[in-house]
T-cell receptor, first 111, second 110 residues
């Protein structure tokens, strides 16, 4: 399975943007890039996903490099409720299988 | 996705059933365990009623899916190495590959 690499932690001030990088240099042409987050004492929560084009939803934006070997999750205005571990994972098209969560990035938001 | 109980303490050798129910009419349901430094590991999954498939670490566990909305994880004889956070997830089908997770069951085996 293709692997992803993320920084261990990132800090941000409240109401400032947060850019979370993810490297996935061995991504295959049919792999989707998914982001999940996990708040303390909660299960993981889906954030966003994309294949080739940049994507926006109410939670975040996903910017995908042209060669698809890296991507960036953008939280436009961080709030205290965004403090969580963010996971970047790859899933094969039409996959029913397991999600491979790595260590993720711990996001700390300070008021 | 609702998981019960939220917390449980067992003694070694006791049996326990962790319950997971969903109201999204999803076909696929999964059981993972999450341990520090090891990420999420798949125990079992099910793609239909009465159907089940082993994941990466099925030893010591069994599952049951008698109804579409319920997927149970069974520990027949708990051991200390089964102390963990257990997470249930659902997925509609093989299209968007998005999984929806419950809040988890924190299990301690003493």
């Amino acid at each position: 399975d293709a692997k992803t690499t993320q920084p261990n932690s990132m800090e941000s001030n409240e109401e400032e943007p947060v850019h979370l990088p993810c490297n996935h240099s061995t991504i295959s042409g049919t792999d989707y890039i998914h982001w999940y987050r996990q708040l303390p004492s909660q299960g993981p929560e889906y954030v966003i996903h994309g294949l080739t084009s940049n994507v926006n939803n109410r939670m975040a934006s996903l910017a995908i490099a042209e060669d698809r070997k890296s991507s960036t999750l953008i939280l436009h205005r961080a709030t205290l409720r965004d403090a969580a571990v963010y996971y970047c994972i790859l899933t094969a098209t039409d996959s029913w299988g397991k999600l491979q969560f790595g260590a993720g990035t711990q996001v700390v938001v300070t008021p | 996705v609702t998981q019960t109980p939220k917390f449980q303490v067992l003694k070694t050798g006791q049996s326990m059933t962790l319950q997971c129910t969903q109201d999204m009419n999803h076909n696929y349901m999964y059981w993972y365990r999450q341990d520090p430094g090891l990420g999420l590991r798949l125990i079992y999954f099910s793609y239909d009623v009465k159907m089940k498939e082993k994941g990466d670490i099925p030893e010591g566990y069994s599952v049951s899916r008698e109804k579409k909305e319920r997927f149970s994880l069974i520990l027949e004889s708990a051991s200390t190495n089964q102390t963990s956070m257990y997470l249930c997830a659902t997925q509609q089908g093989t299209g968007k590959n998005i999984q929806y997770f419950g809040a988890g069951t924190r299990l301690s085996v003493l």
